[in-house]
């Protein structure tokens, strides 16, 4: 009888993994068989560097709006991620007992919390701050890198804190053994000999970033012209593709399918940048 169970979770596990592989490549031959003869038609050059996106005139350039995810993108590295890192070393080295477990509850609750709910939390709060505060309309790129700032903080606390805590015992009491303080310590020996786990859960943020999609809408502007800075409007390539494809027909959908294509390989590079770190923390 257990040699048979063992044999029938072999058969459920299998058929798992293989459903998940299929699914991943059903997605992908769903977006390059539509994806790519739009960018035939329409010119690779023209497509990723064009500065102009007016379907109404022919024109699918997607330049700004991959300028845009980059640079929210980036806004929200600089807001969220020192914050997550300094978050996941206080859980780790300086958390009361009484207080970790309320605390790390309230991080996993940030995780959970649906993408919508921080857009209209963005919407209802950081845009009329930022309007009183910078005087410009406040559905502007400073507004979500801010709010992505902090819906990427669960992410990179999720992963650093347990990296952090894998380090051997022994680096931290070598180092006070060598006269270091505690704050030497942790962050002149144990926080250097995480830093691969540490760069996976930032790699992860920056995947999680790059993809959201509803929370930027509510709060970036959605403009279609290049990006002009951080008080103003601009539109991610998730923006807009949610935006436009409920009404797009013919080449115009084409190319919004060929806009997906893009993210993907942006999501397949931050997915194998993770892949590498995680491979070089297995061989160390």
């Known amino acids: 009888m257990k040699s048979i169970n063992e044999k029938v979770m072999k058969i459920v596990f299998l058929v798992a993994a293989c459903t998940s592989v299929l699914a991943v490549a059903l997605i992908c031959i769903f977006l390059f068989a539509n994806g790519i003869p739009a960018m035939a038609k329409i010119g690779l050059p023209d497509f990723l560097f064009g500065m102009k996106w007016k379907p109404s005139n022919g024109l ?3 330049f700004p709006f991959i300028l845009g995810s980059i640079y929210v993108t980036a806004g929200a590295i600089v807001v969220g991620v020192p914050t997550a890192l300094l978050l996941a070393i206080f859980l780790a080295f300086y958390c009361p007992k009484q207080l970790y477990s309320p605390l790390k509850a ?3 609750l940030l995780a959970g919390i649906p993408s919508v709910v921080y857009g209209f939390f963005g919407l209802t709060v950081f845009v009329p701050l930022l309007r009183q505060l910078t005087g410009h309309d406040g559905s502007t790129m400073l507004t979500a890198s801010v709010l992505l700032g902090i819906m990427i903080l669960p992410t990179v606390t999720g992963v650093a804190e347990p990296a952090l805590k894998s380090v051997p015992t ?3 009491e070598g180092a006070l053994a060598l006269g270091a303080t505690h704050e030497k310590s942790v962050f002149g020996t144990v926080f250097p000999a995480a830093k691969s786990g540490v760069l996976a859960g930032v790699v992860l943020g920056i995947g999680r970033a790059i993809g959201e999609t509803m929370a930027v ?3 970036a502007g959605n403009q279609t012209w290049m990006p002009q800075g951080l008080c103003k ?3 991610t390539m998730t ?4 935006i436009e494809m409920g009404y797009a027909t013919d080449l115009h959908r084409e190319a919004l399918i060929a806009t ?3 993210l993907f390989v942006f999501i397949l590079i931050i997915n194998l940048c993770v892949s590498a770190l995680k491979r070089r923390t297995e061989d160390e």
């Open 233 to 235: 409007g601009l539109r």
């Open 60 to 62: 699918y350039g997607i």
């Open 106 to 108: 309230m991080v996993n």
């Open 170 to 172: 022994s680096y931290y």
């Open 239 to 242: 923006a807009n593709i949610v």
């Open 260 to 262: 997906g294509v893009v």
């Open 217 to 219: 809408i509510m709060v």
